[in-house]
Nanobody, 123 residues
Framework: VQLQAFGGGLVQAGGSLRLSCAAS????????MGWFRQAPGKEREFVAA????????YYADSVKGRFTVSRDNATNTVYLQMNSLRPEDTAVYYC?????????????????WGQGTQVTVSS
């Protein structure tokens, strides 16, 4: 599976962005998908995930209520809608794919990754 994340950019605090993760090579519906982010000098951290079978969603506490993950299996795309953005959301955002619906919070279990897209939130 080849993943490509895009949609990042520069936005003011309180603004919104929608990230997309497009997949090619395999049918995305057979993978659970996750969004992670990595700020300079920090480890990659879990943001959100959506399971392959029922579309169950999971969120980090820091983004709950502000971010929404969704998927469109017909177009092989996963989205991350980000609202009420804060300067601390600034990071490179990555999408990942894995077969299982377990342990979605842990980046080490993902087998495919996109190249990342930069999100910068100004105060």
């Amino acid at each position: 599976v080849q993943l490509q994340a895009f949609g990042g950019g520069l936005v003011q605090a309180g603004g919104s962005l929608r990230l997309s993760c497009a997949a090619s090579g395999r049918t995305l519906s057979t993978y659970s998908m996750g969004w992670f982010r990595q700020a300079p000098g920090k480890e990659r951290e879990f943001v959100a995930a959506i399971t392959r079978s029922y579309g169950t969603t999971y969120y980090a506490d820091s983004v709950k209520g502000r971010f929404t993950v969704s998927r469109d299996n017909a177009t092989n795309t996963v989205y991350l809608q980000m609202n009420s953005l804060r300067p601390e959301d600034t990071a490179v955002y990555y999408c990942g794919a894995r077969k299982s619906s377990r342990n979605l919070h842990y980046s080490r279990y993902y087998i495919y990754w996109g190249q990342g897209t930069q999100v910068t939130v100004s105060s």
